[in-house]
């Protein structure tokens, strides 16, 4: 069995795998746990500050929880700075840390060199990444295909494409049977009916700690035909090239290139109304400004906290947003 990388957020998912590695997404083993609030827990219990975003301490009382993860890949530049102090509390305690940087300009030749020295470090070579890249090209295709299902046939809800996704940046640390389980959900949605829904949302910004959002949504007479950031995570097949698919990667680098991406989007699916999620203590909440100022529908900017249900305010805002729109 290959030995277990973690990642802090989506990677060159090629390299870890070029280099008989797995890897394991700690945002998605943490929000997965059968009680992550408790994860949250052993962070604060550790020292971690109360206002820290939970990511970050979820990721570490996860690392905590998987003894088997004593490697990881963090991504130093174009995330959240609090993820590198919360691997050097890791590096402290004897974890191997490997940095990775996106560069904040999109400089080809400064990727090119953080991805050449994660090769190497990793024991591989970009060339045996560019053929994982080749064997992956089927099912991120498979991907697209989900996601435009979600808005164009109507017949797959928000939470499930919210779902396949998100898990694309470890493809749930088996990238075979991933695809099994997106063949299976093909084959279980070819006879569903299109999805009869009024009001078309986009949901932008970093994946939600909120348990029930999609459900509510539906319930409410809406439903999510656009997911920004898991749609990124999912990746471009048809880039060229390894360095290509990772520059058209938006979510490491300017608020320009999402807010383009998320305006294209939003006009090619009918979106109505764009539900802007920001977390708690997260740098990324003042970029709502831009968001807000830049796209031409109604923007509703939730913001949540600890893992688990909304509470009672949260859903009276959606609701009142849904029904405005």
């Known amino acids: ?42 962070a604060e219990q550790r020292g971690y500050p109360g206002n820290t975003c939970c990511w970050v301490k979820g990721m570490y009382g996860a690392v905590k929880k998987n003894p088997y993860i004593n490697k990881i890949i963090a991504v130093t530049q174009g995330d959240c700075t609090n993820t590198l102090a919360m691997v050097e509390t890791l590096q402290h305690n004897g974890m191997k840390i490997f940095p990775f940087a996106y560069p904040f300009d999109k400089d ?3 990727l090119s060199d953080q991805m050449q020295k994660l090769a190497g470090a990793l024991g591989t070579t970009i060339e045996a990444a560019e053929g994982k890249r080749q064997e992956l090209i089927n099912l991120r295709k498979k991907l697209q295909t989900l996601d435009r299902l979600t808005w164009e046939e109507n017949v797959i809800t928000g939470q499930e494409n919210h779902y396949y996704l998100v898990s694309s940046s470890d493809f749930n ?22 999805l009869k829904k009024n009001i078309r949302l986009g949901f932008a910004g970093v994946p939600p700690v909120l348990s029930d959002l999609y459900r509510f949504i539906e319930e409410k007479g809406a439903r999510v035909v656009f997911n920004e950031v898991q749609r990124q995570f999912a990746m471009n097949p048809e880039c060229d090239g390894l360095l290509g698919q990772y520059l058209s990667y938006t979510y490491p680098y300017d608020i320009k290139g999402r807010i383009e991406d998320i305006k294209r ?21 003042i970029e709502d400004i831009i968001l807000r100022d830049s796209l031409d529908v109604p923007v509703l900017t939730l913001e949540g906290d600890k893992p ?10 959606i609701e009142s947003f849904i029904e405005m729109l």
């Open 265 to 285: 989007e939003v006009k090619k699916r009918g979106v109505q109304g764009v539900i802007h999620y920001v977390q708690s203590f997260c740098h990324h909440q």
């Open 173 to 194: 640390q088996d990238p075979e049977k991933f695809e099994k389980e997106v063949d299976d959900f093909f084959s279980e949605i070819k006879e569903r009916a299109p």
């Open 308 to 317: 688990g249900a909304m509470d009672a305010r949260t859903r009276l805002r």
């Open 108 to 110: 080809m030749t400064f």
């Open 1 to 42: 069995m290959a030995e277990k990388i973690g990642i802090t957020t989506t990677i060159p998912v090629e390299i870890v795998l070029a280099a008989g590695f797995t890897p394991v997404d700690l945002n998605n083993i943490f929000i997965t746990d059968s009680d992550p609030p408790a994860l949250v827990r052993v």
